[in-house]
């Protein structure tokens, strides 16, 4: 059973639309990151949410934990090509456990096409 | 800074071998970490060192893997021996602090495994 469900598992879309990707677990989180992955490369994080109903902005993409602290979205607003990658959503002090410990989702595969 | 290194960035080795794995983590960063990403399962943490201790290794498979950080900019994976379902892109991660996730973890590029 994965703790950290995200979906869509893939994504195709054309340049110029939004999108909007989400990550949800039936267990509380003290925080979520989410980070970015291309090909051959590590992830990179791209932002973490801390506090429940948090809403944080990075240029083009929204980044919310839900109110519960179960759930987080990443919506993407006028995608270009240079937003292709992996998309992974990862939780920290899973139900009040270690901080240390992230566990992350599978990933949704986001492919922005010219 | 370079990032976080690891060595070597592909590794084919048939079954029953031995294959240790690399990392140099951020100077300065206190918190190390190793992680293995399939289709399958994703990524998963295998192991987490704090101070070049060892604190949580839960994740490690069986005891054919270990791990080893005898240095603050040196850590090994080692797996003894080798089996097909080991193939995976291992990746080494560190971060400062006392490994919160308030705080970034930086991951070097991975090592792709393959066993045959």
């Known amino acids: 059973t994965q703790l950290l469900e995200q979906s869509p598992q893939f994504l195709s879309i054309q340049e110029g639309e939004n999108l909007t990707v989400y990550c949800n677990s039936s267990?509380?989180?003290?925080?979520l990151q989410w980070y970015r992955q291309e090909p051959g490369e590590g992830p990179v994080l791209l932002v973490t949410?801390?506090?429940?109903?948090e809403v944080k902005k990075l240029k083009r993409l929204t980044f919310q934990f839900g109110d519960a602290r179960k759930d987080s979205s990443l919506h993407i607003t006028a995608a270009q090509p240079g937003d292709t990658g992996l998309y992974l959503c990862?939780?920290?002090?899973?139900?009040?456990?270690?901080?240390?410990?992230?566990?992350f989702g599978k990933g949704t595969l986001l492919t922005v096409n010219p | 800074d370079a990032g976080v290194i690891q060595s070597p960035r592909h590794e084919v080795t048939e079954m029953g071998q031995e294959v240790t794995l690399r990392c140099k983590p951020i100077s300065g960063h206190n918190s190390l970490f190793w992680y293995r990403q399939t289709m399958m399962r994703g990524l998963e943490l295998l192991i987490y060192f704090n101070n070049n201790v060892p604190i949580d290794d839960s994740g490690m498979p069986e005891d054919r893997f270990s791990a080893k950080m005898p240095n603050a900019s040196f850590s090994t994976l080692k797996i003894q021996p080798s089996e097909p379902r080991d193939s995976a892109v291992y990746f080494c991660a560190s971060s400062l602090g006392s490994g919160s996730f308030r705080t970034e973890a930086f991951f070097g590029q991975g090592t792709r495994l393959t066993v045959v």
């Open positions: 267990s509380v989180f003290s925080s």
């Open positions: 949410v801390v506090t429940g109903g």
């Open positions: 990862a939780g920290a002090g899973f139900s009040g456990g270690s901080n240390y410990k992230l566990t």
